[in-house]
């Protein structure tokens, strides 16, 4: 999946997406990498940060990423200041939403077990 971010914010992404997430940093391929931006693998899923000229985030539009260990997930985001919001929970999941340092929306999802 592809989602924005503006110019120069690979550290910041690296701090999010890498360290708090837990993904995978990943190459981009080198013709590609002159366009900026950063690339990160986790167990199913890739997500590539492209920089967009006049970037602005989405305010509804979001991915849904399933995790396990929502609630350790959760306390995590929330110490490293990316507040997470309780959303209405849907029959079979536990779920809230956060914002990645760039304001793209994202919806963390985990199975009830």
Known sequence: MQLAMPAGGDA?????YGECLGMERVPKPEELAVRGGCWFRGDALE????????????????????????????????????????????????RCYV????GNRLELIEPVS
């Open 47 to 94: 997500i590539h940060l492209g920089v967009e000229e006049g970037f602005s985030p989405s305010e509804r539009a979001h991915p849904a990423l399933l995790v396990s260990g929502l609630a350790g997930l959760r306390e995590r985001l929330d110490g490293e200041g990316f507040e997470t919001i309780e959303e209405t929970q849907l029959e079979g999941f536990h």
């Open 99 to 102: 914002r990645d340092p760039f």
């Open 12 to 16: 910041a992404a690296a701090d999010f």
